[in-house]
């Protein structure tokens, strides 16, 4: 089974530019998530899918930031315009069930750093 | 409120002696804990997850933690390290419904010759 996968693994930008993030999920996993853990922070929720339906972006930090599901597969992670605090590792999640006691499966991260 | 402190930021180990993470938890009931390593290049991986039942609660790799709701506190131990065990490790709880995880300040381990 393959596990979940994101890419790029890096991702150097400018200031302002845009940065678009993919995850592709395990297989038949309806819930994924995105983290993100700048440096020298925790790890923090971002937001939660269920499907291609977004069932908590509480932990998205602004309007930069928009995230989307098409036909509830893959997830994208778009960041526009970006800024420096923006830079850390973003990391995408995939679980079958949705429940308080899932486990998560984590993908490698993306890392992103603005300049 | 609710929070994960790791209070260990970098532990030193050397190979085959034994190690101990700490962890400790602020919420009003028991929450689902998890503990999580993530080795250079690597996705975050499961070590080990308690929900209920017996305290001491066995992982991957020969790690275990033991859960103490006296002390508010999930550490994970293991009995002799190795090289291999040189990673970054993230104590974890979830408290909503849908399995929300929020995470420690993580605790990077070195093991030495």
């Known amino acids: 089974e393959a596990g979940v996968t994101q890419f790029p693994s890096h991702s150097v930008i400018e200031k302002g530019q845009t940065v678009t993030l993919r995850c592709d999920p395990i297989s038949g996993h309806d819930n994924l998530y995105w983290y993100r853990r700048v440096m020298g922070k925790e790890i923090k929720f971002l937001l939660h899918f269920v499907k291609e339906s977004k069932q908590d972006e509480s932990g998205m930090p602004n309007n930069r930031f928009l995230a989307e599901r098409t036909g509830g597969t893959y997830s994208t992670l778009k960041v526009q315009p970006a800024e420096l605090e923006d830079s850390g590792v973003y990391f995408c999640a995939s679980s079958q069930d949705g429940s308080r006691a899932n486990v998560l499966t984590f993908g490698a991260g993306s890392r992103l750093t603005v300049l | 409120a609710q929070s994960v402190t790791q209070p260990d930021i970098h532990i030193t180990v050397s190979e085959g002696a034994s190690l101990e993470l700490r962890c400790n938890y602020s919420?009003?009931?028991?929450?689902?804990l998890f503990w999580y390593v993530q080795s250079p290049g690597q996705g975050l991986q499961l070590l080990l997850k308690y929900f209920s039942g017996d305290t001491l609660v066995q992982g991957i790799k020969g790690f275990e933690a033991e859960f103490k709701r006296s002390q508010s506190s999930f550490n994970l131990r293991k009995p002799s390290v190795h090289w291999s065990d040189a990673a970054e490790y993230f104590c974890a709880m979830t408290t909503d419904s849908w399995g929300k995880l929020q995470f420690g300040a993580g605790t990077q381990v070195v093991v030495t010759p």
């Open positions: 919420y009003g009931a028991t929450p689902y």
